[in-house]
């Protein structure tokens, strides 16, 4: 199943039919929201709002661990996120799409992993984004004349101030072009749970760097965010059609097998309270 991560300013998606909103239990707490699951012409979707319907959630706040949990429970195997973000480049202006490749990751309060309490395991994040699920992206952007910029690399603050203009400047040295708050460790996590992980990164504003442009406010943000969900909501409908013409490739992809060798801890030395926390997010490996 395909899903759906919406970042700020995106919370309903009309063009999904079949709606049921279903409550998810997680051994890692609660999920930001109940899960939305529907069909966009007839292909089965899943849908959860990072900071809740209402916005009650900051970045620090959000269980990444509980909404990928609750994602694998519900069956979805890939996974679009949808964020706003702010550009470390002339070149991004706000409006802009990009489809990200590259994080870096400069939080510091959340869980980054679901391999604690007597397991451990280390997945590879050199490609931190699903290379099909992004040309995937690329193509429904395409189809309905949405321009993606690729190449995207993230830096992920911890918020939720916004940055300050030397911190700005230092992350447009890095190589960054665009920043952000909520992408990690979501990624790291999807990576965890196997699950194909694609990000599009919808910019609202220049981040405070630009000479001539505003310091960030969130009136700006906000109005950019409504001009950018009519779009996204265009390329969410077209990426549910191509995704389902892509299922039995995907299967084959990489991501499915992030588990093969990673997890060090042997399974009878493994706890049994650890063992169920990990049951969806693992089971794959670890067994029932």
Same mark, same amino acid.
């Given at each position: ?13 009309? !063009? ?12 890692? %707490? @609660?999920?930001?929201?109940?899960? #939305? +699951? $529907? ?87 050199? !490609? ?12 429904? %952007? @395409?189809?309905?004349?949405?321009? #993606? +910029? $690729? ?138």
């Amino acid at each position: 199943m395909l899903g759906f991560i919406g970042g700020s300013g995106l919370y309903e998606i009309e !063009e999904i039919s079949n709606v049921e909103f279903v409550k998810v239990s997680s051994r890692f %707490g @609660n999920p930001s929201d109940d899960i #939305l +699951v $529907g069909e966009i012409d007839g292909n089965k979707i899943a849908f959860l709002p990072r900071h809740g319907r209402k916005h009650t959630l900051s970045p620090s706040e959000i269980n990444y661990r509980a909404n990928i949990d609750a994602f694998k429970q519900v069956g979805v195997t890939e996974l679009i996120s949808l964020s706003a973000v702010g550009s470390l480049k002339d070149n991004l202006p706000p409006g802009t799409f990009v489809l990200i490749e590259q994080f870096v990751d400069k939080t510091y309060l959340r869980k980054k992993t679901f391999f604690e309490n007597g397991v451990v395991a280390h997945v590879s994040m050199a !490609e931190p984004t699903c290379k099909q699920m992004n040309r995937i992206v690329k193509d429904s %952007g @395409n189809l309905c004349s949405v321009e #993606l +910029v $690729g190449n995207g690399i993230y830096v992920v603050i911890e918020g939720p101030q916004f940055s300050c203009k030397i911190e700005s400047e230092i992350y447009r040295t890095w190589g960054c072009n665009v920043i952000g708050m909520t992408n990690m460790p979501e990624a790291k996590l999807a990576r965890e749970a196997e699950i194909c992980y694609s990000t599009v990164g919808m910019v609202t504003d220049y981040d405070c760097w630009h000479p001539s442009h505003e310091s960030v406010t969130v009136e700006v943000i906000i109005e950019q965010m409504k001009k950018n969900v009519i779009n996204a909501k265009k390329i969410i409908s077209k990426i549910a059609s191509v995704h389902a013409t892509t299922v039995e490739k995907l299967k084959r992809c990489s991501c499915k097998s992030a588990l093969d060798y990673a997890i060090v801890t042997k399974k009878e030395d493994i706890n049994s309270s650890t063992l169920a926390n990990c049951f969806f997010v693992a089971g794959r490996v670890l067994g029932e």
